[in-house]
């Protein structure tokens, strides 16, 4: 099986655009969880899509937000860029059923000038 | 408060030599999640071991195992006869409530 892929890896971004990350998930799994490391905060948990529905959201402003898609892909939007968005964003895959499977992305390094 | 706790910043082990990472947590949750992953400085990030709160025995995968301690709320990661490419970034994280929150991680050096 394919891994988990995201693009794009890299990313270069100025205050005040928005972003669009992507993730595809391991083929057979239907969860989608996003989450965001930088090196003061650590790794943090953005949100959880599940059947196209978000079924978790961690403690982020408004101007983070995703949806998924009928085969399973997920997008992140980020508004409004600032300085402090500039992370890793890493994506992971899980079905369910099989909670002791979590996998995650590459991740896409997103840095914002 | 933190609900992961690695209180090891960072060490360092002998090419060959067994290695233990220390992770506490802390749920009053009676069925968790524990896992254990390895990020090297190419930022993904490598499942290696999964440990569920009602497993009676503790998790092993090749040279990794976990030494649960429930009693405790310790699940920490032995790592036997280490090799250079271990030398990464290591998170110890608790499934809670659909998500998985992260310990702050320890950084893992291997010496030849």
């Known amino acids: 099986k394919a891994g988990v892929t995201q693009t794009p890896r890299y990313l270069i971004k100025t205050r005040g655009q928005q972003v669009t990350l992507s993730c595809s998930p391991i083929?057979?799994?239907?969860?989608v969880s996003w989450y965001q490391q930088t090196p003061g905060q650590g790794l943090q948990f953005l949100f959880e899509y599940f059947s196209e529905t978000q079924r978790n959201k961690g403690n982020f402003p408004g101007r983070f937000s995703g949806r998924q898609f009928s085969n399973s892909r997920s997008e992140m939007n980020v508004s409004t860029l600032e300085l402090g968005d500039s992370a890793l964003y890493l994506c992971?895959?899980?079905?369910?059923?099989?909670?002791?499977?979590?996998?995650f992305g590459p991740g896409t390094r997103l840095t914002v000038l | 408060a933190q609900k992961i706790t690695q209180t090891q910043p960072g060490m360092f082990v002998q090419e060959k030599e067994a290695v233990t990472l220390d992770c506490t947590y802390d749920?009053?949750?009676?069925?968790?999640?524990l896992f254990w992953y390895k990020q090297p400085s190419s930022g993904e990030m490598i499942f290696l071991i999964y440990?569920?709160?009602?497993?009676?025995q503790n998790a092993t995968e090749g040279r990794y195992s976990l030494n649960f301690q429930k009693a405790r709320k310790s699940a920490n990661l032995v790592i036997s006869a280490s090799q250079l490419g271990d030398s990464a970034m290591y998170f110890c994280a608790m499934r809670e409530a659909g998500k998985l929150i992260f310990g702050q991680g320890t950084e893992l050096s291997v010496k030849p």
């Open positions: 083929s057979g799994h239907r969860s």
């Open positions: 992971a895959s899980s079905e369910p059923s099989s909670y002791n499977e979590q996998f």
């Open positions: 749920t009053s949750d009676p069925s968790y999640g």
């Open positions: 440990q569920g709160s009602y497993d009676q």
